[in-house]
């Protein structure tokens, strides 16, 4: 299975992502968590990336572009991969086309996750992630059974730096400037499903499955 995931931030693209590369066996590509690590790791790319990422803005197409064809070239994609968070720009997107076609293969589809632009914040500010796994919580509606220590391996919960109201807002907007055509870019492909994100996590789960053709 060839996927991307598309929404604004906060929509649950990463919660469905683990759910997703768990049922089908796909490596799970997501570009905002390849930047956090090399921001964590102090890397050149990092320090560009972390001076676009706080202030809500997309780190240039270039950059993310030669990361994404690297990675899809490794050997682990070659039965599938899920995209998180790539393309979030037309030019990205034609980008990825034409490294699909070098490569001879194509998308199978395009999950949607639409949700109302009121949610997002309050779903973003109270986002939390665990240090050590990467799972992700939320602290009114999917919290840590342990509070601020990751019930499904004891590490230390923090906030991105970018979820804070100012940052969220912008990124909202940014992506209904920049992402959001991407949307009908898709539908033209006849690869687009949508889903609405404002169901309970696992009710969103089971309606991407049935989306793909898939048993539950
Ligand atoms: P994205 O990757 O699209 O930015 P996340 O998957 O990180 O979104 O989800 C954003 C926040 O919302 C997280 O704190 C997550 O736990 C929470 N969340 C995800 N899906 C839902 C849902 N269906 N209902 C309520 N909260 C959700
Ligand atoms: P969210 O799902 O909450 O929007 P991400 O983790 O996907 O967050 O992205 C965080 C930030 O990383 C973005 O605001 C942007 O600065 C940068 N980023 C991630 N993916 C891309 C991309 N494909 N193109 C440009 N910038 C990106
Ligand atoms: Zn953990």
Redesign the pocket.
Known sequence: MRLILL???????????SAIVEKYGIPHIST?DIFRYNIKEGTELGKKAKSYMDKGLLVPDEVVVEIVEDRLKKDDCKDGFLL??FPRTVVQAEALDEVLKNMDISLDKVIN?EVDKEILVG??V???ICKNCGA???IK??PSTKGDICDKCGGELYQRDDDNEETVTKRIQVYLDQTAPLIEYYNKQDKLVTID?????NK?FKDIVVSLGSDL
Do not use: L, M, S
């Open positions: 929404g604004p931030p906060g929509a649950g693209k990463g919660t469905q992502a905002g998180d968070g996750i779903r973003a109270g986002r939390r992700t919580f939320h509606h999917n994100g404002d169901k309970e996590i969103v």
